[in-house]
């Protein structure tokens, strides 16, 4: 009995481990993502070291019948794909039965010049594929996600779009349900451009666009929670886009916030609002905001964020410090009186709340801090 046992014992680690997904290491065990997309299993995972990845075997990927999931060992700040002015990954399920599938997570992709038309694209869908991502950066593509699919789905989730031409565009006639939230979209020609399909589009930040979103061909729309920032237009669709409603978004400084045949913003309705929204950095290299923000939940009437933002900054905190004092104060008249460094950030500063910094603001400055007088408001 006891050989028996012993037996089994050794023969434990040569059997496989039917239903564990390995673990395909790049570079150390694959010099490639194509290698190792290759050597996968169903539903594997390919790590990716830090580092910065370009040429053949980090672009023109193609996922057919195999669930993969793509990620970064230490994020997107410290793992870069260049492709080269080519596509990064088609993804397929040809059969239908869910095995075309990919999530990608952690990692920054580089296109090209963003103007060859239909070349500079990272990701592309054929039949019934799916992705879903998180955490990931496009910069410089011409479409960054294209699905003219039939049943195709996917989901991002808190992912930056920098300078794109299109950053997503989902269509075909059957195109399956897409949930865009918590993302940054920032200096692109258009968007989202959503065609004949469902979609959650919800905690996004539209801004410097043109537009922020362009919806064509549905009445399925879930669009609530946006911040659509300093675009040409905020939203606009097509006239098959019959009856959107929003909800808890804020337009801010946009040439127009809707046009085409949207049916307005919708302003002063479903907690839909037209406010500053007190970027501690307005143009948002951080997406942090003045704790009297009204993208906060405290700050508005729907009690949610209005985009993906957070606390990042003190009103009368001019120095930065994170705390109000009186290196504030003097931080004040120097930049008022002397010449001095301007106040970080510069919104900080209008502590009476007129969207001015002047003499007022100083008054008011000395009046709460050495008198009791009312809180800054910024």
């Known amino acids: 009995m006891r050989i028996g046992i012993s037996i089994l014992v050794i023969m434990l680690p040569l059997l496989p481990l039917s239903g564990f997904s390995a673990v395909l290491n790049v570079p150390g065990s694959y010099a490639t993502i194509s290698d190792a997309v290759l050597a996968a299993g169903q539903c594997d995972t390919i790590l990716i070291d830090s580092g910065s990845y370009a040429g053949s075997g980090f ?33 397929s399920d040809s059969s239908g039965l869910g095995n075309g599938d990919v999530y990608l997570e952690g990692i920054s992709f580089f296109g090209g010049d963003s ?53 997503v565009v989902v ?45 064509v061909g549905s009445n399925n729309f879930d669009v609530r929670n946006n911040l659509y920032y300093n675009n040409g237009v905020g939203i606009g669709d097509s006239w098959f886009t019959n009856g959107l409603i929003m909800y808890c978004q804020n337009f801010y400084g946009n040439d127009k916030n809707t046009d085409y045949f949207t049916p307005g913003d919708q302003i ?15 143009m948002l290299s951080t997406t942090s905001v003045l704790s009297t923000s009204p993208l906060l939940p405290e700050n508005n009437e729907c009690g949610v964020n209005i985009g993906n ?62 008198k009791g007088g009312p809180a800054p408001k910024c």
Not at 146 to 167: A, E, H, R, V
Not at 188 to 195: K, Y
């Open 59 to 91: 672009n023109n990927i193609t996922l057919n019948e195999k669930c993969l999931s793509i990620i970064s060992a230490y994020g997107s700040e410290k793992t870069f794909i260049d492709v080269e002015n080519e596509q990064f990954l088609f993804v």
């Open 115 to 167: 103007t060859w038309y239909f070349q500079e694209i990272g990701i592309e869908y054929g039949m019934n594929g799916s992705i879903s991502m998180k955490k990931c950066s496009f910069a410089r593509f011409f479409y960054t996600i294209q699905d003219f699919s039939i049943g195709g789905t996917g989901s991002i989730d808190s992912c930056f779009f920098l300078s794109n031409s299109i950053s």
């Open 171 to 215: 269509g075909g006639n059957n195109a399956g349900v897409w949930s865009l939230t918590n993302n940054l979209f920032n200096k692109a020609t258009a968007d989202f451009e959503h065609l004949q399909s469902n979609a959650v589009i919800s905690g996004n930040i539209f801004a410097y666009n043109v537009p922020g979103i362009f919806l």
């Open 268 to 282: 002063g309705t479903n907690g839909n609002i037209s406010i500053n929204p007190k970027f501690c950095d307005t």
């Open 309 to 370: 933002v957070s606390m990042g900054c003190i009103c009368a905190d001019l120095d930065g410090s994170n705390e109000i004092n009186i290196g504030d104060l003097t931080s004040f008249v120097n930049y008022l009186f002397k010449g001095g460094a301007d106040p970080t950030p510069l919104i900080a500063a209008d502590i009476d709340g007129t969207n001015e910094v002047n003499i007022a603001d100083l008054t008011a400055f000395v009046n709460y801090f050495f």
